[in-house]
C-alpha cells in the first residue's frame, strides 16, 4: 500500500460541504464520549491542516479516531487516505486506537489488501484488530480467509464469534455456523441478542421443533426475549418447523412486534394453507407497508382464491401503494399457474407502465407464464425481447416447452445456450423423466456430472424418478449414493423421491430404513405419502395403514396423494369398511377433495369384496364424469363375480366414454359366456368384428 505525502496546501479539503453525521466513538475504539455535538469531518481535520495543533495530545488523538469514523460511513475514500497520510506523518501510526480505525476504515472500504497491510504491521495480534478483519472478509465474501483467522486469533469473545457465526450463515454454512455456536457455549462466552437471532436463522434451515424449543429457553434463560429481531426469528422457526400454535403464542407475547413479525406470522400461516388466519392478523395491522400487503396476496395466491388476491390488490392501489417487483412476480406467476391468460397479459402491461420489464428477472417472469398458459409463441417472442445472456430466460422457455412436451425443440434450445446452470440441466432431465424417455434423462445426467455441474436437490429428483420408472436397483443405489457424498442437501421431496424410487425398484426394506431415519425430521407430508404408497404397492397394507395412523397425530398437513396410498392399502387387504371411513374423512376432517382417483380406488375396493351395487351407486354420484378406468374397473369386478346385470350396464357406459374400447367388448363377452348366455356372448363378438374392434396385446415391460 503506498500513501504519498503532500505538501499541506494539498491536504485542505474543498468548500464542499457533508451532511451532518452522528461521531459516536466505537466501543471498541474508545470510552471515552464526546462532549461537544457532532461535527464536520473537515471540521476535525482544519486545525491540522491549518498547522494549529492547540488541543492537547488525548484529544488531537480522538479527533482523528472521530474523522476516521466520519470517513468510513461517508465512504469518503480521499480524504480518509488523507487522514491516515496525516497519521504517518505525525507519527501516530502505533497507537493502537487509531491503528484499529484504520484497518476498520480500509474494511469497510473494501480494500481489504489494505487492511490486510494494515493489520499485518500491528506488532502483536490484537482480538480488536482480528474482529474487524474478520468482519471485513465476512462482508466481501471472503470466507475462507475469515475461517483461517477465526482459528488463530486469541481471547475470542462474543463479537468474534457472533461476526464468525453471522458470515456462516449468510454463505449458507448452517451446519459450521451452528459448530461455531457450539464452540461458543462450550467457552461459557455469553451471547448477545445478535448472536442469537443469527444461530436461530441457522437452525431454521437444519433443525426441527426439539431444536427451536431448545433455543427458546436458550433465549429466555438469557433475557434476550425483549429483543424483537430474536423473538422474530424464533416466531419465524416455529414456522418453518409447522408448529403454528407455538409461533402464535409466542408472537402474542410480544410487547411490541414490529411489521416483519407480523409479516412473518402471517407468511407462516399462509404457507401452511391458513390464509385466513392470516388474513385476520392483516386487518389488525394497524400501518400496512407494501410488504404486508404482498404477503397476504402471496397467501391468497398459494391457496389458488385468485379472485380474493385481485381484490386485495386494488385494495392496496386504493391506499395510494403501489406494487413492488416482488410482488407483480408472485402475480403473473400465480396466473401462469392457474392459467388466467387475461390477467396475466395486464400485469404484464404493468410491468411496462412501471417500467419493471427492464428486469431481467421479470423478463423470465413472463416467458413462464405465456408457456404455462400454453401461448408457446408469445413465450418466444417475449424471449427474442429479453437478454441472450440472462440464463434464466433461456431456462423459463426450456421449462415452457417441456411444460407443452416440446421435447426435441426444448433440447435444441439446451444445445444452443451459450451457458448453462444447473437449473438449465434439471429442467431437460425433468422432460425426459416426464416424457416417459427415462433412459435419455440418465444419459443426460451423467454427461452433466462428467461437465463439472454439481446437481442440486431438484435435479436428484427428476434423475431418481426416471431411475424409478426403470426399475435398475443398483442404478439406484449409485445415485443415492452419490448425494450422500457430494453433500446434496435432502428435502423432504428429495427424501420422499429416495423411498420412492428404492419402493419401485422392488427394494421395500431399504424404503422403509430410509423413512426411519428422517421420519421425525420431516415437515411436509411428501415422505409419508411415498412410504405409503410404496407399502400398499407391496402388499403390506397393515403396516402402510399403521404408518398412516402416525401421521394422523402429527401436525402435518395430508393432501390427496396421501389418501391415494391408504385407499390402495385397504384396496389389497380387502378392508371395505375402513377404506370407506377413509373415504368420507378426507373431506369432512382434512378438507381433501376427492378426486376421481379416489373414486376409481373405491369402485376397486368395492369391487374386488362383490359390492357392485355400492359401486356402481359410487360411480352415479359421483361429482365428474367416470373415465374408462373407472368403467373398466366395474366390468371386471362383474366378470370376477359373475354379475351380468351390472356388468352390460358397465359395458355400455365405457363403450359411450370410449367405442372403440376393445377389451370392454371382450370383457362383457366373458361375462355372457361364464352365464351360459352363448348367444349374446356371440353377437358381442360378432359386433366387434363388424367394427374391426382388436384387443391390444398383452407385453412384458421387463424383458
Given at each position: 500500500?503506498?500513501?504519498?505525502?503532500?505538501?499541506?496546501?494539498?491536504?485542505?479539503?474543498?468548500?464542499?460541504?457533508?451532511?451532518?453525521?452522528?461521531?459516536?466513538?466505537?466501543?471498541?475504539?474508545?470510552?471515552?464520549?464526546?462532549?461537544?455535538?457532532?461535527?464536520?469531518?473537515?471540521?476535525?481535520?482544519?486545525?491540522?491542516?491549518?498547522?494549529?495543533?492547540?488541543?492537547?495530545?488525548?484529544?488531537?488523538?480522538?479527533?482523528?479516531?472521530?474523522?476516521?469514523?466520519?470517513?468510513?460511513?461517508?465512504?469518503?475514500?480521499?480524504?480518509?487516505?488523507?487522514?491516515?497520510?496525516?497519521?504517518?506523518?505525525?507519527?501516530?501510526?502505533?497507537?493502537?486506537?487509531?491503528?484499529?480505525?484504520?484497518?476498520?476504515?480500509?474494511?469497510?472500504?473494501?480494500?481489504?489488501?489494505?487492511?490486510?497491510?494494515?493489520?499485518?504491521?500491528?506488532?502483536?495480534?490484537?482480538?480488536?484488530?482480528?474482529?474487524?478483519?474478520?468482519?471485513?472478509?465476512?462482508?466481501?465474501?471472503?470466507?475462507?480467509?475469515?475461517?483461517?483467522?477465526?482459528?488463530?486469533?486469541?481471547?475470542?469473545?462474543?463479537?468474534?464469534?457472533?461476526?464468525?457465526?453471522?458470515?456462516?450463515?449468510?454463505?449458507?454454512?448452517?451446519?459450521?455456523?451452528?459448530?461455531?455456536?457450539?464452540?461458543?457455549?462450550?467457552?461459557?462466552?455469553?451471547?448477545?441478542?445478535?448472536?442469537?437471532?443469527?444461530?436461530?436463522?441457522?437452525?431454521?434451515?437444519?433443525?426441527?421443533?426439539?431444536?427451536?424449543?431448545?433455543?427458546?429457553?436458550?433465549?429466555?434463560?438469557?433475557?434476550?426475549?425483549?429483543?424483537?429481531?430474536?423473538?422474530?426469528?424464533?416466531?419465524?422457526?416455529?414456522?418453518?418447523?409447522?408448529?403454528?400454535?407455538?409461533?402464535?403464542?409466542?408472537?402474542?407475547?410480544?410487547?411490541?412486534?414490529?411489521?416483519?413479525?407480523?409479516?412473518?406470522?402471517?407468511?407462516?400461516?399462509?404457507?401452511?394453507?391458513?390464509?385466513?388466519?392470516?388474513?385476520?392478523?392483516?386487518?389488525?395491522?394497524?400501518t400496512r407497508d407494501v410488504v404486508c400487503w404482498g404477503?397476504?396476496?402471496?397467501?391468497?395466491?398459494?391457496?389458488?382464491?385468485?379472485?380474493?388476491?385481485?381484490?386485495?390488490?386494488?385494495?392496496?392501489?386504493?391506499?395510494?401503494?403501489?406494487?413492488?417487483?416482488?410482488?407483480?412476480?408472485?402475480?403473473?406467476?400465480?396466473?401462469?399457474?392457474?392459467?388466467?391468460?387475461?390477467?396475466?397479459?395486464?400485469?404484464?402491461?404493468?410491468?411496462?407502465?412501471?417500467?419493471?420489464?427492464?428486469?431481467?428477472?421479470?423478463?423470465?417472469?413472463?416467458?413462464?407464464?405465456?408457456?404455462?398458459?400454453?401461448?408457446?409463441?408469445?413465450?418466444?417472442?417475449?424471449?427474442?425481447?429479453?437478454?441472450?445472456?440472462?440464463?434464466?430466460?433461456?431456462?423459463?422457455?426450456?421449462?415452457?416447452?417441456?411444460?407443452?412436451?416440446?421435447?426435441?425443440?426444448?433440447?435444441?434450445?439446451?444445445?444452443d445456450m451459450p451457458e448453462r446452470d444447473v437449473v438449465?440441466?434439471?429442467?431437460?432431465?425433468?422432460?425426459?423423466?416426464?416424457?416417459?424417455?427415462?433412459?435419455?434423462?440418465?444419459?443426460?445426467?451423467?454427461?452433466?456430472?462428467?461437465?463439472?455441474?454439481?446437481?442440486?436437490?431438484?435435479?436428484?429428483?427428476?434423475?431418481?424418478?426416471?431411475?424409478?420408472?426403470?426399475?435398475?436397483?443398483?442404478?439406484?443405489?449409485?445415485?443415492?449414493?452419490?448425494?450422500?457424498?457430494?453433500?446434496?442437501?435432502?428435502?423432504?421431496?428429495?427424501?420422499?423421491?429416495?423411498?420412492?424410487?428404492?419402493?419401485?425398484?422392488?427394494?421395500?426394506?431399504?424404503?422403509?430404513e430410509v423413512f426411519h431415519q428422517i421420519r421425525d425430521?420431516?415437515?411436509?407430508?411428501?415422505?409419508?405419502?411415498?412410504?405409503?404408497?410404496?407399502?400398499?404397492?407391496?402388499?403390506?397394507?397393515?403396516?402402510?395403514?399403521?404408518?398412516?395412523?402416525?401421521?394422523?397425530?402429527?401436525?402435518?398437513?395430508?393432501?390427496?396423494?396421501?389418501?391415494?396410498?391408504?385407499?390402495?392399502?385397504?384396496?389389497?387387504?380387502?378392508?371395505?369398511?375402513?377404506?370407506?371411513?377413509?373415504?368420507?374423512?378426507?373431506?369432512?376432517?382434512?378438507?381433501?377433495?376427492?378426486?376421481?382417483?379416489?373414486?376409481?380406488?373405491?369402485?376397486?375396493?368395492?369391487?374386488?369384496?362383490?359390492?357392485?351395487?355400492?359401486?356402481?351407486?359410487?360411480?352415479?354420484?359421483?361429482?365428474?364424469?367416470?373415465?374408462?378406468?373407472?368403467?373398466?374397473?366395474?366390468?371386471?369386478?362383474?366378470?370376477?363375480?359373475?354379475?351380468?346385470?351390472?356388468?352390460?350396464?358397465?359395458?355400455?357406459?365405457?363403450?359411450?366414454?370410449?367405442?372403440?374400447?376393445?377389451?370392454?367388448?371382450?370383457?362383457?363377452?366373458?361375462?355372457?359366456?361364464?352365464?351360459?348366455?352363448?348367444?349374446?356372448?356371440?353377437?358381442?363378438?360378432?359386433?366387434?368384428?363388424?367394427?374391426?374392434?382388436?384387443?391390444?396385446?398383452?407385453?412384458?415391460?421387463?424383458?
Amino acid at each position: 500500500m503506498n500513501i504519498a505525502i503532500r505538501s499541506k496546501s494539498l491536504f485542505r479539503f474543498s468548500t464542499t460541504s457533508f451532511p451532518s453525521i452522528s461521531l459516536q466513538n466505537p466501543k471498541w475504539v474508545s470510552t471515552a464520549t464526546p462532549k461537544s455535538p457532532p461535527q464536520h469531518p473537515e471540521n476535525h481535520l482544519r486545525p491540522f491542516f491549518n498547522g494549529q495543533k492547540t488541543q492537547k495530545p488525548r484529544d488531537y488523538e480522538l479527533a482523528i479516531v472521530s474523522t476516521l469514523k466520519s470517513c468510513s460511513t461517508l465512504l469518503a475514500i480521499s480524504q480518509g487516505q488523507q487522514v491516515h497520510a496525516l497519521v504517518l506523518k505525525s507519527g501516530l501510526n502505533s497507537n493502537m486506537f487509531i491503528q484499529n480505525s484504520l484497518i476498520n476504515m480500509y474494511a469497510k472500504f473494501g480494500f481489504l489488501t489494505d487492511a490486510q497491510y494494515m493489520f499485518d504491521s500491528c506488532p502483536v495480534l490484537d482480538s480488536v484488530s482480528c474482529n474487524i478483519m474478520i468482519v471485513g472478509y465476512v462482508k466481501f465474501g471472503r470466507l475462507d480467509d475469515a475461517r483461517k483467522l477465526f482459528d488463530v486469533m486469541p481471547c475470542k469473545g462474543c463479537v468474534s464469534y457472533t461476526s464468525m457465526i453471522i458470515g456462516l450463515a449468510q454463505n449458507d454454512c448452517w451446519s459450521e455456523a451452528i459448530g461455531v455456536f457450539r464452540d461458543l457455549m462450550f467457552e461459557v462466552v455469553m451471547p448477545n441478542e445478535v448472536t442469537m437471532s443469527s444461530v436461530i436463522s441457522a437452525y431454521s434451515h437444519l433443525g426441527g421443533i426439539w431444536d427451536c424449543r431448545m433455543l427458546h429457553g436458550l433465549v429466555k434463560k438469557l433475557g434476550l426475549e425483549v429483543f424483537v429481531l430474536v423473538s422474530t426469528n424464533l416466531v419465524h422457526m416455529y414456522c418453518v418447523c409447522s408448529s403454528l400454535w407455538d409461533a402464535r403464542a409466542l408472537f402474542d407475547e410480544m410487547a411490541e412486534p414490529n411489521v416483519v413479525s407480523w409479516n412473518v406470522m402471517m407468511n407462516g400461516y399462509s404457507k401452511a394453507g391458513f390464509v385466513d388466519l392470516a388474513r385476520d392478523l392483516f386487518d389488525r395491522i394497524s400501518t400496512r407497508d407494501v410488504v404486508c400487503w404482498g404477503t397476504i396476496i402471496d397467501g391468497y395466491v398459494r391457496a389458488g382464491r385468485l379472485d380474493e388476491a385481485f381484490t386485495l390488490y386494488r385494495a392496496m392501489l386504493r391506499t395510494g401503494l403501489g406494487p413492488n417487483d416482488v410482488m407483480i412476480v408472485d402475480l403473473i406467476s400465480a396466473c401462469g399457474k392457474l392459467m388466467a391468460f387475461g390477467e396475466g397479459q395486464q400485469f404484464h402491461g404493468i410491468t411496462i407502465k412501471t417500467g419493471f420489464d427492464c428486469y431481467d428477472f421479470m423478463q423470465a417472469t413472463i416467458i413462464h407464464f405465456y408457456a404455462a398458459c400454453h401461448r408457446v409463441e408469445f413465450a418466444w417472442l417475449q424471449f427474442e425481447l429479453s437478454s441472450k445472456d440472462h440464463v434464466p430466460s433461456w431456462n423459463a422457455l426450456i421449462a415452457g416447452l417441456v411444460r407443452n412436451r416440446m421435447i426435441d425443440l426444448a433440447r435444441q434450445l439446451f444445445n444452443d445456450m451459450p451457458e448453462r446452470d444447473v437449473v438449465s440441466w434439471s429442467s431437460m432431465i425433468s422432460g425426459y423423466s416426464q416424457s416417459k424417455q427415462p433412459n435419455l434423462a440418465l444419459e443426460l445426467f451423467h454427461e452433466m456430472v462428467a461437465c463439472n455441474v454439481k446437481p442440486n436437490e431438484i435435479t436428484m429428483v427428476c434423475v431418481l424418478s426416471a431411475i424409478a420408472t426403470l426399475g435398475i436397483l443398483k442404478e439406484g443405489r449409485w445415485a443415492h449414493e452419490y448425494i450422500r457424498n457430494n453433500s446434496i442437501p435432502l428435502n423432504d421431496n428429495l427424501n420422499a423421491a429416495i423411498i420412492d424410487m428404492y419402493a419401485k425398484c422392488g427394494s421395500i426394506k431399504t424404503a422403509l430404513e430410509v423413512f426411519h431415519q428422517i421420519r421425525d425430521k420431516s415437515f411436509s407430508v411428501s415422505p409419508w405419502n411415498a412410504i405409503i404408497g410404496g407399502l400398499a404397492m407391496h402388499g403390506h397394507a397393515e403396516l402402510s395403514l399403521k404408518i398412516f395412523s402416525d401421521l394422523q397425530n402429527r401436525n402435518i398437513k395430508l393432501n390427496a396423494i396421501t389418501f391415494t396410498g391408504v385407499l390402495c392399502a385397504c384396496c389389497h387387504a380387502g378392508l371395505v369398511e375402513a377404506g370407506k371411513q377413509h373415504f368420507q374423512s378426507m373431506k369432512r376432517l382434512y378438507d381433501v377433495e376427492p378426486t376421481i382417483k379416489h373414486y376409481g380406488c373405491m369402485v376397486d375396493l368395492l369391487g374386488r369384496a362383490g359390492r357392485l351395487e355400492e359401486a356402481e351407486e359410487l360411480i352415479r354420484s359421483m361429482p365428474m364424469k367416470a373415465d374408462v378406468v373407472i368403467w373398466g374397473t366395474l366390468l371386471a369386478a362383474c366378470r370376477t363375480h359373475g354379475n351380468a346385470e351390472i356388468g352390460v350396464r358397465a359395458a355400455e357406459s365405457l363403450a359411450r366414454v370410449e367405442p372403440s374400447h376393445g377389451g370392454g367388448r371382450v370383457l362383457l363377452s366373458n361375462i355372457y359366456a361364464d352365464a351360459g348366455r352363448w348367444e349374446d356372448a356371440f353377437l358381442v363378438r360378432q359386433a366387434m368384428k363388424s367394427q374391426r374392434m382388436t384387443r391390444s396385446l398383452g407385453y412384458s415391460g421387463v424383458v
